[in-house]
């Protein structure tokens, strides 16, 4: 429940999907969560009138058939001033808002709601445990079905059938399965290009169980590697694994970030490694705080994030090696268990 006193005549109005079902466990497409006074609310309309009883217990209900009967509903609670969520709302959605509502103070509630999902209770971390434990299992499965001649597209098939085979609600983003010179794209999603002898193969999935998503990336070569390769191959690991030095509560994100990308630079690669080393992940699978030259976060014990480092090489091909970590009040868990040896298969 959000953290935010309100006064006699505020009120907030949750939208994003993500929020709502952090705020209230809805998971259905329509509904808006309102809080005013000490009045906790969920609006909804017919088709989850079932439903929204069982998910937001501590909630009264109301149902509204279409969005602004919401907005009339606002009207008639004389608010001066409602909390929204301003990176989330359409220009659309405010105009139409303010006119029903006749509110015209509106102060954002985003950055309330985004300190908050950082810091994981829990029963969110077992959901994570549980998402990436989910696509660890299909990266084993992937070693035995991937062979010369099978294509990016069916290895990302492979990889989501097999997470929702087993538990996943679906996949967390669009998976990345970039092969060969496709591998110097740190976003390459999969293609129809077959796989080949001396490839590097990336692969960057996760799933989502029970709202929650997980996120891991691990690169192989189909073959035998090259002496570049395991040269290239190395040097993200070794960035990858000095990361984990700062892993902890107090440290700051910018720092870890420098740790990783002083590895790479001192290796020559530098310029190759062109994004932050890592993000947070929660109920989006990318969210705050970001491990990065600019971030201004510090880690605090209940966050998890990634450490992602790669080198990407245009005419070559590219690496990526990616961890999810939980931060702990002393130290870390690493989500992710699946092995970080270079495959050769
Ligand atoms: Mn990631």
Known sequence: MLKVKLTRNEGVLITKPENKLYESGFTGSFGFVLYYGDRKEFVTDFRYKKQVQEQCKDFDIKMVNKTYRIFEYIKDLNLDTLYIEKSHVTVDFLENLSEISGISNFKSIDQVISNSRMIKSDIEIAKMRKAQSIADDAFDHILTFIKEGVTEREIAAELEYHMVRN???????????????????????????????????????????????????????????????????????????????????????????????DVIES????????????????LEVHETPYLSKESEDVLKSGMVVTNEPGIYIND??????????????????????????????
């Open 267 to 282: 290796s020559g690669y530098g310029e190759y490694f062109g994004h932050g080393l890592g993000h947070g992940v929660g």
């Open 316 to 345: 070559f091909g590219g690496v990526r090696i990616e961890d999810i970590i939980y931060i702990k009040d002393s130290g870390y868990d690493i989500l992710s268990r699946s092995t970080k040896e270079l495959i050769e298969l």
């Open 167 to 261: 538990g996943a609600s679906g996949k967390s983003f669009n998976t990345i399965v970039a092969s060969g010179l496709r591998s110097s794209m740190p976003h390459g999603v999969a293609t129809d290009k077959k796989v080949e002898k001396g490839d590097f193969i990336t692969m960057d999935f996760g799933c989502v169980y029970q709202g929650y998503c997980s996120d891991m990336t691990r690169t192989i070569v189909l073959g035998k590697a090259s002496d570049r390769q395991k040269e290239i191959y190395n040097t993200v690991l070794k960035a990858q694994l000095k990361a984990f030095d700062l892993m902890k509560a107090g440290a700051k994100c910018s720092d870890i970030d420098s740790l990783a990308r």
